[in-house]
């Protein structure tokens, strides 16, 4: 008997916070318009390019012991 309340209500609740959420994103119901950053391609791809240009350096893997605050390397199991 329950059930049927609380499923309602969820499916109430989900179907109103989407309706929110697409007029006021979407829709821009409080005005504004998408930044160019979002919406340009050519700015996305600089980016990109920017990100793996990147020299990465690193040691290897590490995992740490929250108890004793250690690291322990990684070794992989394929040898």
């Known amino acids: 008997m329950a059930a049927k309340y ?3 209500s969820l499916v109430a ?3 109103i916070a989407y309706i929110c959420d ?3 994103s979407d829709n ?3 005005g504004g318009t998408t930044p ?3 919406s340009s391609k050519e700015w996305w791809d600089e980016t990109d390019k920017k990100f793996q ?3 990465r350096t690193a040691g290897p893997p590490v995992v740490m ?3 004793s605050r250690q690291n322990f390397i ?3 199991t394929d040898s």
């Open 36 to 38: 160019k950053t979002v």
């Open 13 to 15: 609740t989900f179907g």
């Open 28 to 30: 821009k119901l409080f």
């Open 22 to 24: 697409h007029s006021i």
């Open 74 to 76: 990684v070794k992989s």
């Open 65 to 67: 012991n929250p108890i």
């Open 6 to 8: 609380i499923i309602g």
């Open 53 to 55: 240009a990147w020299p």
